[in-house]
Structure formats: structure tokens, C-alpha cells
């Protein structure tokens, strides 16, 4: 993992492992549970963005008594935690990636191709957002949509 991932309002809590999330969910009060640790392993080990479909069929595969209703439970825990993102990236369903790997993204709106955007793009805009409007952006949250250099 490129950096640790740290929980709002969590003060230093650095959080490098499956074990690491599941200290922090028990130390809030929650339950680390089977089907918790499975979803954890696989949004850990997952190379890419994962719809909660995918990440269900994957959490299945190893452990198939769990319930998508289950995921996305977890899903909406594990948000309010800090410890993942969604984003839209283009029409298609929200995905879900560890936080510490969050990035923005541009879509092509002819061919669908995605490009990882670097955060750093994206500093100026969101000074002047901040400074001029009083707004904080997300980067993350929504794809950019545009023409890749390809079907320009």
C-alpha cells in the first residue's frame, strides 16, 4: 500500500492491515465480525475499483453465506470510518476502494477509457474554491468527463 490510511477524527491511528480496521471498528463500538474481515481482505488485496456486485461476487467466492445486504452494510460502516471511498466513475455504479488509494479520475465520454488523474492537478482548484467560495472539493468522489487524446 502506498500510504497508510488514517481515519477522520482518529487522531494518529494508522491503519496498514485488515487487523488495524478491525481495531478501529471495535474501538467505535462495532463488531469485527467473519464477513467484515472477508470484505477488508478483499478491498486490501483488489488491484482496481470494485462495484459492491464485485466485491460481493468476490467476498462469495470465499465465504458464501454472506449477503450482499452484508456488503453493503459493511460498505456504509467502512465509509463512515474513513477506511474507503466511492466514486462515480462515469455512468455505471459507485465504486469502492481503500482510502488511502483514492484518486481522481477523467472518463472519456466517446470510448469509456478511464485515466487516474494526479491529486496534485487538482490543488489550485481547490485553494480557490476554498479561498473564493468557502467550498471543499473531493476530487475523488466524481470522474471529470471529457475526450481522451485518442477520440479528440
Not at 77 to 94: E, F, M, N, W, Y
Not at 95 to 122: K, M, N
Amino acid at each position: 500500500m502506498s500510504k497508510p490510511l488514517v481515519a477522520p477524527e482518529a487522531g494518529a491511528v494508522e491503519l496498514e492491515t485488515v487487523d488495524d480496521v478491525l481495531a478501529l471498528v471495535r474501538a467505535r463500538g462495532g463488531r469485527a465480525t467473519s464477513s467484515r474481515r472477508v470484505i477488508l481482505d478483499v478491498l486490501f488485496e483488489a488491484q482496481d475499483h470494485l462495484t459492491a456486485e464485485d466485491l460481493t461476487e468476490a467476498v462469495q467466492a470465499r465465504a458464501p453465506d454472506v449477503h450482499i445486504s452484508t456488503v453493503y452494510r459493511n460498505l456504509e460502516d467502512l465509509q463512515r470510518l474513513g477506511v474507503i471511498v466511492h466514486s462515480h466513475l462515469g455512468h455505471g455504479p459507485a465504486t469502492y476502494q481503500l482510502a488511502s488509494l483514492a484518486h481522481a479520475h477523467f472518463i472519456c465520454s466517446t470510448c469509456g477509457a478511464r485515466v487516474e488523474a494526479p491529486d496534485e492537478w487538482f490543488g489550485s482548484l481547490a485553494q480557490k474554491a476554498k479561498s473564493q467560495l468557502g467550498f471543499t472539493i473531493d476530487p475523488h468522489h466524481f470522474a471529470i468527463v471529457g475526450r481522451c487524446a485518442s477520440c479528440s
